[in-house]
């Protein structure tokens, strides 16, 4: 074979090479829609889903999952069911799933509160948080702005905050509306050095009410709700709890220079025992609805982060808080009985 033959030859075994890789490649990728298509769409759902939330209608939790429902509808035709079940920091929430059948079409919504702190805040719970449960998956983080009324603090920072704070021990007083409010000023609390006294409301629109009127002098609030008020001009921002600064809040910046870094997430349990089809299938709706472009655009705006995993991180996360809330809440001497 002559040289021009023997180029010939190699250019064709190459281009046939190349052509049976990118067939090779098109068929796998094929052959993995097909299979995340039979396992979101043929072996689950059959019939209509119910999501159990520990949470008011209309909280952010609430009209985040209901989103959710509406994209898993519109992806398999079924139909989704959202019922609040509010009250005792979730907990009647959870015993209602964890006494519902194990057949992977009843989910609870909740967070941080049921699976990790009402362990430590609660003497006797009518469920066991890792036994009754089988964890699906996360679905968003809920960032906290720490703010202040600025007629009764003058500060425009963290640094002087924590400084005003140190400088006047016990006078200045703090609204908790949920275990993760109060959490949260706890930890802070503790790593910068400083007291002041917890004002116990049994929900946040009361909590920032006497934050207004000055009854309180510092709040922790949901992203959402704390920002509405910090562009209202009435009470000002002191920094936002996680490690890096929020879309909707750019402006305020972090406090991790204190080395803290806290955040609520959002997640969904089902019954233990539940077919793990229907876990499986019900990751890949919920994480297809997140990761969506509608999805990413309705975290934006309400100021929640993408967080979605697989249940083995989810089950990770829920023992690391458990432990890590579990030093913050016996430090602070906080119980419930």
Same mark, same amino acid.
């Given at each position: ?22 067939? =090779?490649?098109?068929?796998? %990728? #094929? ?31 609430? =009209? ?9 509808? +519109? ?15 979730? !907990? ?6 964890? +006494? ?12 941080? =509160?049921?699976?990790?702190?009402? &362990? ?13 449960? $089988? ?13 202040? !009324? ?17 400088? !006047? ?8 509306? %949920?275990?993760?409010? +109060?959490?949260?000023?706890? /930890? ?11 004002? !116990? ?13 000055? #009854? ?11 920002? $509405? ?12 709890? &996680? ?14 220079? /204190?080395?803290?870094?806290?955040? =609520?997430?959002?997640a969904v349990w089902v019954p233990a025992g539940s077919p793990p089809e229907a876990i499986t299938g019900m990751i890949a709706l919920i994480n297809k609805a997140m990761q969506s472009d509608e999805? /990413?655009?309705?975290?934006?705006? +309400?100021?929640?982060?993408?967080? &979605? ?9 829920? #023992?690391r808080d458990t432990e890590r809330w579990g030093k913050v809440i016996k430090a602070a001497g906080m119980e419930i009985h």
């Open positions: 074979m002559d040289a021009t033959s023997l180029a010939r030859h190699t250019c064709k075994v190459f281009v046939t090479t190349v052509t049976l890789i990118a067939l =090779s490649t098109v068929l796998s %990728a #094929q052959a993995q829609t097909q299979i995340q298509t039979q396992a979101t769409n043929a072996t689950w759902p059959t019939k209509p889903i119910k999501f159990i939330v520990g949470y008011a209608a209309g909280s952010a939790t609430d =009209s985040t999952v209901r989103f959710i429902g509406e994209m898993i509808q +519109r992806y398999t035709g079924q139909s989704v069911i959202v019922e609040n079940r509010p009250g005792v920091d979730g !907990n009647i929430a959870a015993e209602a799933v964890a +006494r519902s059948p194990a057949d992977g079409y009843t989910a609870l919504v909740s967070g941080n =509160s049921t699976h990790a702190t009402n &362990v430590h805040l609660y003497s006797k719970l009518s469920f066991d948080p890792e036994k009754d449960f $089988a964890p699906v998956a996360t679905f968003a983080r809920v960032p906290y702005v720490l703010i202040a !009324n600025p007629a009764k603090i003058p500060a425009k920072s963290l640094k002087e905050f924590v400084a005003f704070a140190k400088a !006047n021990p016990g006078k200045l007083s703090y609204g908790s509306a %949920a275990v993760a409010s +109060r959490v949260t000023i706890e /930890q802070l609390k503790s790593q910068a050095g400083f007291d002041a006294v917890n004002v !116990n409301y049994k929900a946040s629109p009361q909590a920032m009410t006497d934050l207004l009127g000055g #009854q309180i002098d510092f709040y922790v609030a949901d992203i959402a709700t704390g920002m $509405a008020q910090v562009r209202a001009g009435k009470v000002v921002p002191l920094g936002v709890t &996680v490690m890096k600064r929020v879309s909707n809040a750019a402006e305020v910046p972090t406090i991790a220079e /204190q080395g803290y870094d806290f955040f =609520s997430w959002l999805g /990413q655009q309705y975290l934006a705006t +309400r100021g929640l982060l993408d967080f &979605v995993g697989t249940p083995d991180d989810l089950h990770t996360l829920q #023992q």
